[in-house]
């Protein structure tokens, strides 16, 4: 595997449901990233870690959980979520937070019934 | 706070023809400044960035885009499209000498027809 892999890609979940995404960089990064998208609006950032200690946390609603166990992986739990958390969920990597470039996974498309 | 504008939500366009997607920022310091493409059911992909020197530059796929600080302004060109250029486009923007967030905007839906 090469670049940024998530897992699941798709997934549809009750609000009641306990997942987690899966977010894997294969490019010696150090920092990592969890971005909302839904339609219409700008890409949200939610979370950012950098050397695996959580520097950014957008607001986001404790539904939402990261995780970061390494550089290389990134996780976001989720729980009791509401219909408008429906959206891509992008996971993004960058050598570290500033002026690199950030390198995008394929998203996983959440759809909360 | 800092935000980026684009200007126009979708831009259709023949195949072969010239196209400009528009992007302003606001801000007084300096930034670094990206594009993003993002292909039906995938993530984002860098097509270019501008950190310091040359005001034009140049990105993969044929595409560049020019710096204008006095009207901060980063439009994105292209001269000849192709129907594989069918896609969303993110203008992205960060603040210079810090650690801030890429700052994103609504995104340009390019649509290329025969």
């Known amino acids: 595997e090469t670049g940024v892999t998530q897992t699941p890609r798709h997934l549809v979940m009750g609000m009641t449901n306990k997942k987690s995404l899966k977010c894997e960089q294969h490019l010696g990064h150090n920092a990592m990233y969890w971005y909302k998208q839904s339609a219409k609006k700008p890409l949200e950032l939610m979370f950012v870690y950098n050397f695996k200690e959580q520097t950014e946390n957008n607001s986001v609603p404790s539904r939402f959980s990261p995780e970061c166990p390494n550089s290389s992986h990134l996780f976001l739990h989720l729980h009791t979520l509401q219909p408008e958390d429906s959206a891509l969920y992008l996971c993004?990597?960058?050598?570290?937070?500033?002026?690199?470039?950030?390198?995008f996974g394929p998203g996983t498309r959440l759809t909360v019934t | 706070a800092q935000s980026v504008t684009q200007l126009d939500s979708q831009v259709p366009v023949f195949e072969e023809a010239p196209v400009e997607l528009r992007c302003n920022y606001s801000?007084?310091?300096?930034?670094?400044l990206f594009w993003y493409v993002q292909y039906p059911n995938q993530g984002l992909q860098l097509l270019l960035k501008y950190l310091s020197g040359s005001t034009l530059v140049k990105g993969i796929n044929g595409f560049e885009a020019e710096f204008n600080k006095s009207q901060t302004s980063f439009h994105l060109r292209k001269p000849s499209v192709h129907i594989s250029d069918t896609a969303e486009y993110f203008c992205a923007v960060r603040e210079g000498g810090s650690q801030g967030n890429l700052i994103f905007g609504k995104g340009t839906k390019l649509s290329v027809k025969p």
């Open positions: 801000s007084s310091v300096s930034v670094y």
């Open positions: 993004a990597s960058s050598q570290e937070r500033g002026r690199y470039e950030q390198y």
